[in-house]
C-alpha cells in the first residue's frame, strides 16, 4: 500500500489500520462546508481504498463541532456564473454538473467494502445527500439533520429526496423535505435514520470503531456479498434479487472461507482471511 498517499489532500485526512480506513472531514473552522475540491477528494479517496483493497470497512467522520454545514457558498456562486448561455446548452452543461455531484456520494454505495458514518452536530443539506449513501449511520445526542435545500428555492439534488425514502417512513420523508425542519437524534434513531446514539463525540468514534473491527473480523468476500445483494435488492423485485443470489453464489460461495472459519472457531482463534483483489481492469495492467 506504499502507493496510497493522502497527504495532499485539502478537505479530508485518512488513517489507515487494521483493516479499517478513517475518512475525517477536516476543515471545522469552517464547519466542514463542501468547497468544491471536497466533491473530487471524496469519491476520488474513497475509490482508491477499494482499488487497492487497503481496508475493509470504511469510517466517515469529522472535526468540530458539526459534522458538515453542506454545500459551500462557493459552489452556488461558481453555479451562479455558469447560468449563462443558450438555455437548452445552459441546461445540458447543469444536468452534467449535477450528475458529476451525485457521482460523489454513488462512490460510498458503489465500493466493496460497507461505509459507517459517525455524526455530531449539523448535517445540514449536502451533508444528508452523502449520509445517506453509507450503509448504517451513527450520531450524538446533540445531531441534527435538516433538508436544507428547500428553504433556500431550491430541490435537494445529490441523493436525498431519492435514497432517503428507503430508510425511512415516506410521510416523514416528505415532510422534512417540504418543511425544511430539523430532525433530531432521539427522532432520528425511533424512525431507523441512525442505529444508535451516543452521548458525545468520544463515545460515539469508540461505538463505532467496535463496530467496524467486528466487520473488518469477516470475510471481506461475505462482506462485500452482504452489500452486494443488499443494495441490489432495494432496486429490484423480490424474485429478481434471488435469482441473482442464485448466480452470485454459482461464482462466490467457495470452500477456503468457509473452512477458515470453522477452523478458527475450532481452535478458538481469529480467523485469517485473504483480501479480496485489487479493483482494476485487465486493461490497466502492463
Known sequence: ??????????????????HIAHIQLSRPEALNSMIPIFWHELPATVRKIDEQSAARVIVIS?????FSAGMDLSV????????????????ERMRRMVLELQDSFNALESVRMPVLVAMQGGVIGGAVDM????????????TFFTIKETEIGMTADVGTLQRLPHLIPQGLVRELAYTGRNMGAVEAK????????????????????????????????AVTGCKEMINYTRDHTVAD????????????????????????????????YEELHNKISGMQRK
Not at 3 to 14: I, R
Not at 252 to 264: H, L, N, R, V
Request: net charge negative; proline share 3%.
Open 131 to 142: 449520509v445517506c449513501a453509507a450503509d448504517s449511520r451513527y450520531c450524538t445526542a446533540d
Open 190 to 221: 425511533e424512525c431507523g435514520f441512525v442505529n444508535q446514539v451516543f452521548a458525545d463525540q468520544q463515545s460515539l468514534l469508540e461505538g463505532v470503531m467496535k463496530i467496524a473491527a467486528k466487520i473488518a473480523s469477516h470475510s471481506p468476500l
Open 62 to 66: 469529522s472535526q468540530g463541532k458539526h
Open 76 to 91: 452556488f456562486t461558481q453555479m451562479g456564473k455558469d447560468f449563462v448561455g443558450e438555455p437548452a446548452r445552459r441546461g
Open 1 to 18: 500500500m506504499s502507493d496510497l498517499d493522502f497527504s495532499t489532500l485539502e478537505t479530508l485526512s485518512v488513517t489507515i489500520d487494521q
Open 241 to 272: 434479487a434471488l435469482n441473482y443470489m442464485a448466480v452470485w453464489q454459482t461464482g462466490m460461495f467457495q470452500m477456503p472461507d468457509i473452512q477458515e472459519a470453522m477452523s478458527a472457531a475450532k481452535e478458538q482463534r481469529k480467523p485469517v
